[in-house]
């Protein structure tokens, strides 16, 4: 992997796995980074120029005085898609990457060839509410207050160290926290350890939190967004998420029926890094697919269950 620093209203650290195909940019969940990605990056680089960019705030792209809300990181992606000059990109995102993929797609899809929604962050089905675990709940009720939330994460972070705070989310995230590549763990930890020696470093994780909640909570307006989108469209979820509720997928998928829609088995939040393998064998079918692939640019700086 090389890497690059992209000027975006600030710097963003955009990690380069290769690959001589189209541009695929990779979008990471909340608190994540470019190496949510390492486990399929290279595979997925066989036929794509495969990039992963660390949002303001996150991984190795400072803040530098920029907001971490949806609103302001849907402006980063679509100009980070523009400063790469390679044409319509096929843009995949997990999480809250995957909210912001699909909010570039509504908004942007001329700037796209293709769209890969991995376990986003989608609003609760109607008349069922939201449901979290003990600890996300209490997450959730810190970052209500920014000052209770900052407070709450220097404690917690001060308890249970970069190791605890990746252990923790890597269990809150998958079904079998065995099943991820210990070569990401050790990675995953140095970096945290890296980020949670800045002040402030909560921050960007606060504030992002609760600008999800508030985008989820506006009536009908994530699903304006699902109905916008004219790029094909795969959409991946853990039948085992315990963050973002398959359900929630599904009436995602029922919204669009002209979607391609995969529910991996046995699998959480995160299947590019639980299950990787499995992940690949699901994407790179789509594409060969669905996807017809753009000339790539030069100089370049339904429903389907599977494994049950």
């Not at 796995?17 to 486990?39: A, I, K, Q």
């Not at 986003?120 to 996300?136: G, H, I, K």
Request: hydrophobic share 45%; with cysteine; glycine share 10%.
């Amino acid at each position: 992997m090389r890497s690059f620093t992209l000027d975006v209203g600030g710097p963003v650290f955009v990690a380069d796995y290769g690959g001589s195909g189209p541009t695929m940019l990779l979008v990471h969940g909340l608190g994540g980074s470019h190496l949510n990605w390492m486990s399929v990056a290279d595979s997925l680089a066989t036929s794509h120029r495969v990039l992963a960019a660390d949002l303001p705030g996150f991984g190795r792209s400072p803040s530098a005085g920029r907001s971490a809300s949806i609103g302001a990181n849907l402006r980063v992606l679509e100009q980070l898609i523009t400063h790469v000059d390679a044409g319509p990109v096929v843009l995949v995102g997990n999480s809250m990457g995957g909210l912001l993929s699909l909010g570039v797609a509504a908004g942007r899809s001329d700037l796209l060839a293709g769209l890969v929604l991995v376990d986003p962050a989608l609003p609760a089905p109607n008349r069922e509410l939201l449901r979290f675990d003990p600890v996300t709940i209490r997450f959730l009720a810190a970052f209500a207050l920014p000052r209770l939330g900052a407070r709450y994460m220097d404690r917690y972070g001060a308890r249970v160290g970069a190791r605890g705070m990746v252990q923790q989310t890597l269990e809150r995230c998958s079904v079998d926290v065995r099943r991820v590549d210990p070569v990401m763990v050790a990675a995953l930890v140095a970096l945290e350890t890296e980020r949670m020696s800045q002040p402030r470093w909560h921050n960007p994780v606060i504030e992002a939190s609760r600008s999800i909640v508030q985008t989820l909570f506006i009536r009908g307006h994530v699903e304006r967004w699902i109905r916008q989108v004219t790029v094909p469209t795969l959409l991946i979820h853990g039948r085992e998420d315990r963050l973002v509720t398959v359900r929630a997928a599904r009436a995602a998928a029922d919204l669009r029926p002209d979607w391609e829609y995969v529910e991996l088995a046995g699998v959480g939040h995160i299947p590019q890094m639980e299950t990787p393998g499995e992940f690949l064998r699901v994407v790179q079918s789509w594409l060969a697919r669905a996807v017809v692939s753009p000339e790539p640019a030069t100089d370049a700086k339904g429903s389907t269950a599977v494994g049950a």
